[in-house]
Every structure is written in structure tokens, then in C-alpha cells.
């Protein structure tokens, strides 16, 4: 008789918790979506998020806010959506730097990626070299034989050091065999576009985007992209593959939830990006600000955000052990 209480007890059980997840999918979402965004407003990965969320929320019938938590090199606004209760209501945005700059320096023992659900990869932008329009360097092949001229002298603005813009220029000179001034500007392209444009330093590296104003006035222009494939917002400039340089370097933005988010949440969320991604509002917005919509889906993202991950683990190592950076 017990045995028999106990199996129609737990026959309840199960068929509440179908029921209650079966609810939960077809009332899902009955409020509004926090995105968070871990950079301040008013930058790339702010403007692009926003664009996206906005045409996003009509696919899903609810208001997607967003959140601007900044600090630690996104470290801090990502902590956040880690912390965040698992039910598809809060949901964030990370970049190179929060897949691997943070995780690699190691200083935040509660920051680990696996807390996280990772919805899709939306963009990709390529890292470039840039100069001044008036520059001597009409081509990346002018600044390689500049620089081989005269090591050391060339000054090229990057962000911080041991930063993704750090790391694309020592590969850079190792594949071309030069040697480079490398001057570090904390706090994004602001600095390196005022560095540029006083003649403090000859070259820049960031990506087109982020130059994209100073571009289109006639300040700068590209000479190489790190990239296998033209930037549809600046097809002038030539890649890193078509002068046969091998490397591919950039940022991104992924989409994430807390580790945990169920799964028809994370699903929903997910058709309802790409349905915005590939809308035409916003393939013609962001044909005009230099970043490419690279879709990864949820089935693949984490395989390519840790394979990432560990080949930028590996050639950050080497650098450390020659001596190069430090960790």
C-alpha cells in the first residue's frame, strides 16, 4: 500500500513539474527582459546591442531593456548576469574581453564562463591597422618596409596592454618580421583617435568601426583588416589574406543567459535575435558602421567561444614566456 502511495505521489510530482514547464513555455516571456550590457552606453558593443534588442522585443512581444553596468574590462556587468536568477529574465552581452581577456588574467576566482548559458555570437569586427589620410603609407606593404628600415621608431596607438589590439600587433610584426613603437591608450579608440589625429603616433590599431567617423571625414582610412573577407562597410580596404598575411583577429558579441535558463527561454530568445539580426532594418544599419552579423547559434557557440578561448590562451603563454607580456 506504501509502495503504491509512494508511486502515484511521485507520478504527481512529474506530472506537475511537465505541467508547470509546459506552462512556463507557453506563457514565456510575461514581463519585460533585462539586458545587460557590460560596456558604457554610447560605445560599439552598446549601439549594436541596443539596435538588436529593439527589433528583437517585437518577436517576442515584450520590452527588452537595457542595463549599462561597466567596469573591469566588462568583468563586472558579466558577474551579474552570472548571479542572475535562471528564468529567461535577465540576459547579457559579452565581447572578446569577457570570454578571454578576463578568464585568462584570472583575477576574479567567481568569474567562470560555465555559469553562464551561451545563447549565439551576433557580430564579429575585425581588428586593422589605420593612418592618417596624409600618411606616408599608402599601403600595409609602404608600412612593413618603413618598419624594417627602421625598427622601433614606428609608433602605433594601441588600447591596453596585453589587450587583443596588443596581442594582433606582436603577431602582426612576427609574421611580417618588424618591429614596431607599440604605445598602450587605456579607455578605448577615444585616446587613439586624439593620438592620431596630433601625429603622436603614425598608426593605429583598432577596428574600422571604431574609427568609422573619422573615416568617413576623410581623417584616416584603413590599410589592412585582420580578415579573411572585405568589410562590407569599407570595401577599399584590403585584408590580412589578400596580402598574404595569416591572421584573423577581432572582437564580438555574444549573447548569454545564467547557467540554468531553460531551455525553451534561451530558444525563444535565441529565434528571436536571429530574426532580428537577419531583418532589413538591421543589415541596413549596420552596413554603415563596419561590423559584420556573424551568426553562431546556441547548438554551437560554446564549442567556438572555448576553442576560442584556448588558442588566445596558448599564444598569450608563449608571449609571457619570452618575456613579451606578463600575465
Known sequence: ?????????????????????????????????????????????????????????KELGTSIYAENIEGGVSATGVLEVMKARPDGYTIGSLTYDSVVTV???????????????????????????????DSPYKSVADLVKAAKENPGKIKVAIQNTGSRLHLAMLQFEKLTGTDFKLVAYPGGAAPQKEAILSKEVQVAATSLGDFSSLIESGDVKGLVEFSDSRNPTYKDVPTAKEEGIDLQIGSFIVLAA?????????????????????????????????????????AEVTDWANETKETLFKQMQDLVDQGVIKK
Not at 39 to 49: H, P
Open 103 to 133: 578568464p585568462w588574467q584570472g583575477l576574479l576566482p567567481t568569474y567562470k564562463l560555465d555559469k553562464l548559458k551561451l545563447i549565439a555570437r551576433v557580430t564579429s569586427e575585425p581588428d586593422a591597422i589605420i593612418v592618417a589620410s
Open 258 to 298: 545564467p547557467a540554468n535558463t531553460p531551455d525553451d527561454a534561451v530558444a525563444k530568445i535565441e529565434g528571436a535575435y536571429k530574426a532580428a539580426l537577419e531583418s532589413d532594418e538591421f543589415q541596413q544599419w549596420v552596413s554603415k558602421v563596419g561590423v559584420s552579423p556573424n551568426w553562431l547559434g546556441t
Open 1 to 57: 500500500m506504501i509502495n503504491r502511495l509512494l508511486k502515484i505521489a511521485a507520478i504527481g510530482v512529474l506530472t506537475a513539474t511537465a505541467f508547470s514547464t509546459a506552462s512556463f513555455a507557453a506563457d514565456y516571456p510575461s514581463k519585460d527582459i533585462r539586458m545587460i550590457i557590460p560596456w558604457g552606453a554610447g560605445g560599439g558593443t552598446d549601439g549594436i546591442v541596443r539596435k538588436l534588442s529593439t527589433i528583437a522585443e
